[in-house]
């Protein structure tokens, strides 16, 4: 599986690329393609960086995650 930094992934948070990735329990996951994810916003979580601590807040559970594409392994 890919490695990927912390600097890669807050680069892919609906503003500076195309790509549109968050990142849960060390995971990175692609919702690019996601409605929800439009412009690196959903409600009041941002794209581009690891919401591990944020999924409490959330009103769904972490199976959510399933329904995107794994593209790698967020380092440190």
Not at 18 to 36: C, L, N, P
Not at 54 to 68: I, Y
């Amino acid at each position: 599986m890919k490695k990927i930094s912390k600097q890669q992934l807050s680069l892919r948070n609906g503003q500076d690329k195309e790509e549109i990735w968050v990142a849960y329990k060390g995971r990175v996951y692609d919702v690019t393609k996601s409605r929800m994810w439009r412009n690196g916003k959903h409600y009041e979580h941002w794209a581009g960086q690891d919401l591990t601590s944020e999924l409490k807040d959330a009103p769904h559970e972490e199976k959510v995650f399933g329904r995107f594409e794994q593209i790698g392994e967020l380092q440190g």
